[in-house]
């Protein structure tokens, strides 16, 4: 989808790129020189900084798993010990909060990270990819774990660490007891008792591929290609997200057939994408302002607009509002049709300044 809306926002830019004089070609012709001297290390610090906060949370959810696999072991892996062992719900609990804290230092970098075609692929292995029912986008791994057992192209890691300390996927889950972890004779939404050796396989394999990202994050140069395609592919990911808010718990309730997005709401990551799209946009703004300073400004501001959009829903559902289903449909439509318009302004620049747009 992603790929198709580049594919159609450079045509449109094309399009608008068109006319009967010298003077847009004179331009594009001059322009390139400053793009090529741009300054773009502020967005690759942005990405370091992320990509070491999600290394530092995975290790610690490695290192968690690792003790609850501990645990289960000692108990001969019988559960209903395990859930009885005072160690095993403090331990979840702290394994979910910083599940919590993993998911926006991940997500607030998305838009480089998914953006980016040198790094999109950490972003299928990490957030995006589905499992093996959907050969099209299904994540290129499969886990082994400890005991033995393989899970072939079983999801994205964040889904994967999600359904299993949430419960929300019973293939994941500890057979054979109910997850009452407070001990008052029910069981909650947020109780859970992960199966031991799934987790600590999931959370280990998370750990490295978090590593991995950090490292490529180090060796990787932003250029202007990169930045002006992130921005150009990832704001107009609107009604995708809006659509997962929609199926999931927040607005669904009880009747939500989405197992994932229920640590957070999927409106934290849309506000915590946009934040990271626009820093980069702030970056390649002087860019633009070298060939078009009105439009620079312009789209700059429309884009902060849409990020205080995305925020306010966020904030109104935080402090309880619940939206309905018709709700998320309207306001995912305003979403992607102002970020359409954002996207289309940048890659009309692109074209403007002589940049391809990667694809």
Not at 88 to 98: F, G, R, V
């Amino acid at each position: 989808m992603r790929l198709k809306l580049l594919a159609a926002l450079v045509a449109m830019a094309a399009v608008a790129g068109c006319g009967g004089d010298d003077e847009p070609e004179q331009a594009a012709q001059e322009t390139p020189a400053a793009a090529e001297q741009a300054d773009l290390g502020a967005i690759k610090d942005y990405l370091a900084s992320h990509t070491a906060s999600l290394q530092d949370h995975t290790a610690t959810l490695a290192e968690d798993a690792e003790a609850y696999h501990a645990i289960a072991e000692e108990a001969g892996f019988d559960y209903e010990k395990v859930l009885a062992d005072e160690r095993t719900a403090p331990l979840i609990e702290k394994m979910q909060a910083t599940f919590r804290e993993a998911n926006p230092a991940y997500e607030e970098m998305e838009g480089v990270v998914a953006g980016v075609p040198s790094l999109a692929d950490f972003d299928v292995i990490i957030d995006a990819g589905a499992d093996k029912s959907d050969p099209e986008n299904a994540v290129p791994f499969s886990i082994e774990t400890p005991a033995g057992k393989t899970y072939e192209q079983p999801g994205n890691f964040f889904f994967l660490l999600e359904t299993s300390l949430w419960g929300t996927e019973e293939q994941f889950a500890a057979k054979g007891v109910q997850p009452d972890l407070d001990g008052d004779g029910k069981v909650q939404f947020g109780e859970a008792l992960p199966d031991a050796d799934f987790l600590v396989a999931a959370a280990r394999d998370f750990a490295g591929q978090a590593t991995e990202l950090d490292t490529a994050g180090k060796e990787w140069e932003p250029t202007p290609e990169d930045a002006f395609t992130a921005v150009v592919v990832m704001t107009p990911t609107m009604s995708e997200y809006f659509a997962a808010w929609k199926a999931s718990r927040f607005v669904a309730g009880n009747k939500a057939e989405e197992s994932s997005f229920v640590a957070a709401s999927r409106l934290q990551d849309i506000a915590d994408i946009l934040s990271g799209l626009v820093l980069v946009y702030d970056n390649i703004e002087p860019m633009i302002a070298a060939d078009n300073p009105e439009q620079a400004e312009q789209t700059g501001a429309e884009l902060k607009e849409l990020e205080q959009f995305a925020a306010g829903l966020r904030d109104e559902e935080a402090d309880g509002r619940k939206f309905t289903a018709a709700e998320a449909d309207t306001l995912g439509s305003e979403a992607q049709d102002r970020a359409e318009a954002i996207a289309g302004q940048v890659s009309q620049a692109a074209g403007g300044l002589g940049i391809t747009l990667e694809t």
